[in-house]
């Protein structure tokens, strides 16, 4: 679809149609899109993150439909504010749009958008669209959220402490594996894949508890501990083994011949919470989230910044197959 001015603009207010009017104003907003900025109502203490979904890097548009793209799309923007201890208010959306977008997957795709802002709360306040000369759609978000507790860092992470996940890891790449390959899957591995969730709900667990080191997984479990060992100058011994396999994830990695301990290492795009505590902590953490799983322990800084357990997480830049 050509994205000239005058088409553009019929074209956002099309957009901005799908979503419940609830989410295109009120809230944070004094005055949402429309105009040439949004003007936003005062924070206590805003929390401010960006991400890219990109066609060919992130997804293929066969592999899901226009809503659920663009719920995972901003679901993946709003997870960052789950780790930063805030609740989302704003959402602004820079759509790229490629020759061959049709109308009624970009109208499916802001459903989507609607979707994730109903779930996870705040509003649409604007964006930009622009025509591409390339094929590949591209979505950027940009959120605001309101913090709640101080900011946990990726810095805070010290020796003797445990390292956990808020829930099962690895579903979301054998979904993803699934997909590439043209395998059937249970649905618990596509809907990982196509559908994860950001963690809200467990994330006011761990501020209650006083969890100080926390992250989303995006990256995969082994890339993001580095991120954490790195952040904090200690090293992660990462522990996994049977009881962490989400049955359906032990079954498609025995058919298909694949390492599930890699898989889960490896992993990418889980969307749970990365986090330090202590045992004790840990106790208090578990009778509220007893999801959780304990996948590895933080030692004084060695020679490595991970160690026991091997899987490329997904790296920019990189070939990379599941
Ligand atoms: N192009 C960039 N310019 C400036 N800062 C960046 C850029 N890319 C990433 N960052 C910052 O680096 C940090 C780590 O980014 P990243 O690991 O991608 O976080 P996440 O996986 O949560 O999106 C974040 O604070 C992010 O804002
Ligand atoms: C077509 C396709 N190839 C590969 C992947 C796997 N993949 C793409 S990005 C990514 C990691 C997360 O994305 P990134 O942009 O690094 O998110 P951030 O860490 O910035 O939150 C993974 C596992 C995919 N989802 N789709
Ligand atoms: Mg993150």
């Not at 009120?26 to 429309?34: N, R, S, V, Y």
């Not at 749970?272 to 509220?288: A, P, V």
Request: aromatic share 6%.
């Amino acid at each position: 679809m050509s994205a000239s001015p005058y088409r553009e603009f019929h074209l956002i207010e099309e957009l901005l149609q799908q979503l419940p009017h609830h989410r295109r104003q009120g809230g944070i907003l004094k005055t949402g899109a429309g105009d040439d900025a949004a003007a936003l109502h005062t924070l206590h203490s805003p929390v401010v993150t960006t991400d890219t979904q990109r066609e060919g890097v992130h997804f293929q548009r066969a592999w899901l439909t226009g809503r659920q793209l663009g719920q995972k799309a901003a679901m993946v923007c709003l997870s960052d504010l789950a780790a930063s201890y805030a609740t989302p208010q704003a959402l602004f959306i820079n759509l790229c749009l490629p020759e061959n977008t049709d109308q009624p997957y970009l109208l499916d795709l802001y459903r989507g958008f609607g979707d994730a802002l109903e779930t996870y709360g705040g509003v649409l306040a604007g964006g930009n669209i622009s025509s591409s000369r390339e094929n590949d759609l591209a979505i950027d978000l940009f959120a605001i959220g309101e913090g709640y507790a101080p900011m946990p860092l990726r810095s805070n992470a010290r020796p003797g402490e445990l390292l956990c996940s808020s829930g099962y890891l690895g579903l979301a790449r054998a979904g993803l594996h699934a997909l590439m390959h043209g395998h059937h899957a249970p649905a618990s591995l596509l809907e990982a894949f196509r559908a994860p969730r950001a963690r809200f709900d467990a994330a006011p667990i761990l501020h209650t508890a006083e969890v100080t080191t926390l992250m989303d997984i995006s990256d995969g479990l082994q890339g993001d501990s580095e991120k954490i060992a790195s952040a904090s100058g200690v090293s992660i011994e990462l522990h996994i083994a049977q009881e962490h396999l989400h049955p359906d994830l032990r079954e498609y990695a025995t058919q298909h011949h694949l390492d599930p301990i890699a898989m889960i290492a490896g992993g990418g795009e889980d969307y749970e919470l990365l986090f330090t505590c202590s045992e004790q902590q840990l106790k208090s953490i578990r009778t509220k989230l007893p999801t959780v799983q304990v996948v590895g322990r933080i030692l004084p800084r060695g020679a490595q910044p991970v160690t026991g357990a091997a899987g490329a997480s997904f790296v920019h830049g990189v070939d990379w197959k599941p």
